[in-house]
């Protein structure tokens, strides 16, 4: 084994200990929660590591970085989620090779997803990326609408061919009233995903989560949470 791959692996291990246990607290099966490992800066061949360890839930969030990554792993049984903001001119790279986009934050978009869905004959799942730090009508610092813009955008989603509205997203937020209150911010998203769900049954996807915060996420009702530096270890800085 080399180092690498048991760094990998000691860190995978430690991960889903702490999700399992996690689970275990919340009444929780472990097989209810997908863990995504964010592997955005690092190499296609650290990818290839953790495929052979078992993942096969996979995240970027910057086209440049994900396309080719992608293209080197094509062989492999992934699922590729990007999670960044995404950018209209990018859209038709990231359908591509992306499975789920868990970004999904103004109309704009879906009508770019769409059409790029349907000129590449994909179906694309797609998140809507709640911003819990955003003003009534707005969007977040770091992307997302605000919980009253969710069921516009649902109605998007519905109507576009070529997506499948799987879901909600959040990012734990920074500012405003639920900075520092992750578990509060997560029991909201489950809230809107509630509510959700009464007229869209199969959007039962919540992505909410990370390194730092991820037992808060499950406590609270997450489907998915999104793992990056705790798996592959602190981020080198991007020059």
């Not at 490992?37 to 096969?56: E, F, M, N, Q, W």
């Not at 992608?70 to 992306?98: E, I, P």
């Not at 900075?179 to 869209?200: E, I, K, V, Y």
């Not at 730092?212 to 798996?231: S, Y």
Request: net charge neutral.
């Amino acid at each position: 084994m080399t180092d690498r791959k048991a760094e990998l692996a000691e860190n995978l291990a430690r991960v889903e200990e702490r999700i399992a246990a996690a689970c275990a607290a919340a009444g929780r099966a472990r097989e209810d929660v997908t863990l995504i490992v964010v592997t955005k800066t690092y190499p296609a061949s650290d990818v290839r590591i953790l495929h052979g360890l078992g993942v096969r839930n996979v995240a970027e969030n910057r086209d440049q970085d994900a396309a080719p990554k992608a293209a080197a792993c094509a062989d492999l049984d992934l699922v590729w989620h990007f999670v960044g903001q995404l950018q209209t001119n990018k859209v038709r790279s990231v359908v591509g090779y992306a499975d789920v986009v868990q970004s999904v934050d103004r109309l704009k978009l879906v009508s770019s997803l769409s059409a790029a869905a349907e000129r590449g004959g994909r179906e694309l799942g797609c998140l809507i990326q709640v911003a819990l730090d955003a003003e009534a009508g707005g969007r977040g610092d770091r992307g997302g609408v605000a919980p009253d813009g969710v069921e516009e955008l649902a109605a998007a989603l519905d109507a576009a061919p070529g997506l499948r509205l799987d879901g909600l997203m959040t990012v734990a937020p920074l500012v405003g009233a639920y900075a520092g209150r992750q578990r509060a911010a997560f029991d909201r998203l489950m809230d809107l995903s509630t509510a959700l769900r009464a007229t869209r049954p199969a959007a039962n996807m919540v992505s909410a989560g990370m390194s730092a915060d991820l037992e808060d996420a499950i406590a609270a009702g997450a489907t998915h949470v999104r793992v990056g530096t705790a798996v592959l270890g602190v981020r080198p800085k991007l020059g």
